[in-house]
């Protein structure tokens, strides 16, 4: 069975490593078709087609889009996009405009908190005002010696009810999946097990995202345990999405599941690739 990762992140949005360099751990690690779907942003697509093109490894061009529902902050996958659509790049440049003020409110928090200098810090990390996000402050926080892992930085500051935590009002999930779709792609619900909603909201987003043109939700996720796989397999099999597969890479040392080493997807779904000529 072909080793599929659709689920990675470069130094364009919140990863450590560059997008061709993403592209050559996922080549030796086994990775057999990948995809780089970097936060609100494509423009590393160009260099990791590139890469994944001189390595023979195929490619699938992706973006992973911020939404807010029901007050939570979702994320949903689009693959087979094309990265020049003008709809899709209006949309994400919009999503992505409200980042800097949420930064530096983010900041003024952790000053309170005893952290200085925080924005200016998550700075260095991000490059780019607009694309700067929790992750970048908590690699702040982490080289100032105030937490020793990602993890710990999640668990006392940037969440809900801690320091540092603002919520942003992102894009919608009808927007999202309709700048996916208008794209030529196919929109996923990223990773469901990471949110907190009861039985009831769950269902309210699937049927939703359904009836918007979503087709495939990540069964198999380095942001899901091993008990949630078989969970939303059954999820899949419920509502008739088909099963995407991804490490959610960030880097080495900061992901929970390396490139090439997530287990297969359940027997009982159908893959998002099942009918893709690649």
């Known amino acids: 069975m072909r080793n599929f990762d659709l689920h990675c992140h470069s130094n364009v949005s919140d990863g450590l490593l560059a997008p061709a360099t993403v592209a050559a751990r996922a080549k030796a690690r086994g990775v057999d078709v990948w995809a780089l779907t970097d936060h609100d942003e494509v423009s590393g697509i160009p260099e990791a087609r590139a890469a994944a093109a001189a390595l023979d490894l195929p490619f699938v061009p992706g973006v992973e889009i911020s939404i807010t529902w029901a ?29 800097e003020l949420r930064a530096r409110e983010m900041a003024e928090q952790l000053a309170a908190a005893g952290i200085p200098d925080a924005f200016e810090g998550a700075l260095r990390y991000a490059g780019n005002p607009d694309l700067i996000s929790r992750t970048h402050f908590a690699r702040y926080i982490i080289d100032r010696g105030v937490c020793h892992d990602v993890p710990a930085v999640f668990r006392n500051y940037l969440i809900e009810g801690k320091p540092g935590y603002v919520p942003h009002r992102w894009a919608t999930l009808a927007q999202a999946v309709g700048w996916i779709t208008g794209a030529g792609g196919v929109a996923i619900i990223a990773h469901p097990g990471r949110y907190k909603f009861d039985a009831m909201a769950y269902d309210a987003l699937f049927e939703e995202f359904r009836r918007l043109g979503g087709v495939a939700i990540e069964v198999v996720t380095g942001s899901h345990t091993p008990d949630q796989y078989g969970e939303y397999a059954k999820v899949a099999q419920r509502y008739g999405f088909l099963a995407s597969r991804g490490s959610d890479f960030h880097g080495p040392g900061e992901s929970r599941i390396d490139l090439g080493e997530l287990p297969a997807l359940p027997a009982s779904v159908t893959p998002v690739w099942h009918d893709w000529a690649i």
């Open 71 to 99: 007050g939570q902050t979702v994320h949903i996958v689009g693959l087979r996009i094309d990265e020049r659509n003008e709809e899709l790049l209006r949309g994400l440049a919009s999503t992505r405009s409200g980042r």
